[in-house]
């Protein structure tokens, strides 16, 4: 199998959940906000044939060039734009996109980006301290990793990877540095984390709190869930799949928050704050992936899916 074939052949989380949760229909519109390898995108676009149309997001020039090999047959009714989901609110409405039924955001970074050990993004091959999803950015990990003080790769650690060893580990990288290999960085923070019945790697709460910064994932997320909502239909719905407790957190938090008609405290006589809810909220649990789905695509075990409707 060919490097492309394999990129296009990439197995979405929660596929049944997010189509039945989008409810497609023939001629109804999709933002991607996250295309990856097109799997959800393509979903979307067979179950609306013959007229409903994907507008996708990436900011990964590999995750657009597979999402274009995968959506090809569809023709026209596929647009992948090489950018972040953040700018939908100014992308997509000169592309036709200003009133769209569904809008998907898939988030965190996918299995195309983990397998390629040039990309940086995991410690279980060696690669060079990258973890950038769009290259033409210039920050990299290796910068953070050793241009940080040693408080603020603590703060770091602590804020995007909730470790508690975080003093510990900063500690261990500064003494280390310089750092240019995932191997090598791996290696330091194994060593100065003391033994723990964990299953996970010592290395992998550093390494999502890396990730994170270098892109800004959590500001990109903040930014684009109101853009999402300004763009939905009456009825439309946006959906979001979380991997992590940060992101999750976050679209609760707004999802709940669009869906009161005032913010004001609770003791407060009368409003103030003039907000209206623009959102109904679907889910007030997120969905999970089953036993089968995990055991078919283990990526899913940590997917959460939830899902608002526009008023």
């Known amino acids: 199998m060919d490097d492309i074939t394999e990129r296009t052949t990439h197995i979405p989380v929660l596929l049944d959940a997010v189509l039945a949760a989008l409810r497609p229909r023939p001629a109804a519109c999709l933002i991607d906000g996250t295309i990856g390898a097109g799997g959800h995108s393509a979903a979307w676009l067979e179950a609306t044939a013959p007229a409903g149309r994907v507008l996708g997001f990436d900011r990964d020039a590999v995750a657009v060039e597979a999402a274009r090999a995968r959506l090809a047959p569809f023709g026209e009714r596929a647009i992948v734009v090489h950018a972040s989901y953040a700018q939908m609110g100014e992308i997509a409405p000169p592309l036709g996109f200003a009133a769209v039924d569904a809008i998907l955001l898939d988030l965190g970074f996918s299995s195309l980006q983990v397998e390629d050990a040039a990309r940086g993004f995991s410690f279980r091959q060696d690669g060079p301290l990258d973890m950038r999803y769009d290259l033409r950015q210039p920050l990299t990990a290796a910068d953070l990793v050793n241009g940080l003080s040693e408080g603020e790769l603590a703060a770091l650690i602590a804020r995007y990877g ?82 992590h407790s940060l992101e999750d957190r976050i679209v609760k938090r707004f999802m709940r928050r669009e869906s009161q008609d005032c913010l004001c405290p609770p003791r407060q006589p009368i409003c103030t704050c003039g907000h209206r809810a623009t959102l109904r909220l679907i889910t007030r649990r997120p969905i999970m992936a089953d036993d089968e789905e995990v055991a078919r695509n283990p990526r899913a075990r940590s997917a959460r899916l939830r899902i608002a409707e526009r008023l």
């Open 162 to 243: 909730e470790d508690r060893h975080a003093r510990r580990i900063a500690r261990a990288i500064v003494r280390a540095r310089p750092l240019a290999s995932t191997a090598a960085l791996a290696e330091v923070i194994a060593q100065a984390v003391p033994p723990s019945i964990e299953k996970i790697h010592p290395a992998t709460r550093t390494f999502q709190a890396l990730r994170i910064a270098v892109n800004d994932e959590l500001g990109e997320l903040e930014r684009a869930l109101p853009q999402a909502v300004a763009l939905l239909r009456s009825g439309g719905r946006l959906a979001v799949i979380s991997f």
